[in-house]
């Protein structure tokens, strides 16, 4: 807590208390039809759900494969094992309902999500293994991701460790200049008036399209990714802390001025502090746009990584294989992300009750 919170804290506190109150059953909510009971008894959305598992995993293991000419889908017999074994998994932690300690309160909030995820997968592996509806192998079966994380888990998991090598280098690049930048333009009125209008008008250009020029200027191929990684993360990270930076409540300065603090105490422990979730709101939008340049870096130049594993997999009508780098993708984003949501609060958790998350 800064200097200026301190003091003014029991005012700000009190009137920042009531609309925090009133927006926290909106932010934690939960649509009535979704809840569930509380942990006590059995756990019947988990029944339902584990149903759902069994079903899915008889309708893999007993209804045969479509033959599809060289199409002999491996793996098959696994896959519908391992249905069955979450079903006798789910309906174990149903019938302990308050005895299933923590997996169980863990397994409750996305019960019918276990429950949807069986059913959709039944309808993957219905209209490709089963029926052939879509014809393969532009179109493969659940079974084939397994297939191919077993197979060519070297060359994933090598292609993995170079994008991330890669998003790390560029994204903490950009968000440390753009942080910087942003707090630059947000606090002096030099920078305000002269490298303000440049960022608004070259901005909003898409790092995708300078790669051309990234390429031809840049000593590597690497370092063009690496700039243009940076780029994507730069200008929402910049944009975001100076809107953060100059939206500070001037009351907050005054009061640190009263107290004898220095211009570098007012940007360091009032603006930076005050301005911090909105720089986090720039790195949500810097990380998706990151990785997009990211792919498309890695397919246009880059000689590894998960983008340069989609375009050698598409060149070698290995679709299965392509679908498992889309699937690691979404992973590597979805758990990036998380990541940076526990970093912010973490970091913020001084904040909460006063700013909307």
Not at 67 to 75: K, M, Q, R
Not at 87 to 110: E, I, K
Not at 212 to 237: D, E, I, K, M, R
Not at 317 to 336: K, R
Request: aromatic share 12%; with cysteine; hydrophobic share 55%.
């Amino acid at each position: 807590m800064t200097t200026a919170d301190q003091v003014l804290g029991s005012r700000i506190e009190r009137s920042a208390a009531a609309p925090a109150r009133a927006a926290a059953p909106h932010a934690t909510a939960i649509p009535a039809s979704l809840q569930d009971t509380v942990a006590t008894g059995v756990w019947r959305t988990g029944v339902v759900a584990a149903l759902a598992w069994f079903a899915f995993g008889a309708l893999t293991l007993y209804w045969p494969n479509k033959e599809v000419g060289f199409s002999d889908w491996t793996f098959t017999s696994e896959l519908g094992a391992a249905g069955l074994a979450v079903g006798l998994v789910l309906l174990g932690v149903a019938l302990l309902g308050a005895h299933a300690g923590r997996v169980g309160r863990t397994l409750r909030p996305a019960g019918h999500w276990l429950i949807a995820a069986p059913l959709l997968l039944a309808l993957w592996e219905t209209l490709t293994a089963k029926l052939g509806a879509l014809p393969p192998p532009f179109f493969a079966p659940p079974q084939s991701l397994i297939d191919v994380a077993y197979e060519d888990w070297a060359r994933l998991g090598l292609s993995t460790a170079h994008s991330l090598r890669l998003l790390a280098h560029g994204f903490v690049l950009g968000a440390l200049v753009g942080f910087g930048t942003g707090v630059w333009i947000g606090w002096s009125r030099i920078a305000g008036y002269w490298v303000h209008p440049v960022l608004r008008f070259l901005g909003p250009v898409p790092a995708s399209a300078l790669l051309p020029l990234a390429f031809f200027f840049a000593p590597s191929s690497y370092a063009a990714a690496v700039f243009l990684v940076g780029l994507a993360t730069f200008f929402p990270v910049a944009v975001l802390t100076w809107s953060g930076v100059a939206s500070v409540h001037k009351s907050y300065y005054d009061v640190a001025r009263t107290l004898g603090a220095s211009e570098w105490f007012l940007v360091l422990r009032v603006a930076v502090p005050a301005a911090l979730p909105q720089v986090f709101v720039g790195l949500f939008m810097g990380l998706g746009a990151s990785f997009s340049v990211l792919v498309t870096a890695e397919m246009m130049g880059v000689k590894a990584g998960l983008g340069w594993y989609l375009q050698w997999a598409q060149g070698w009508a290995a679709y299965a294989n392509m679908y498992a780098a889309l699937l690691v993708m979404a992973v590597l984003c979805s758990g990036l992300i998380t990541l940076l949501f526990t970093v912010r609060d973490r970091a913020l958790s001084w904040q909460k009750g006063t700013v909307k998350w």
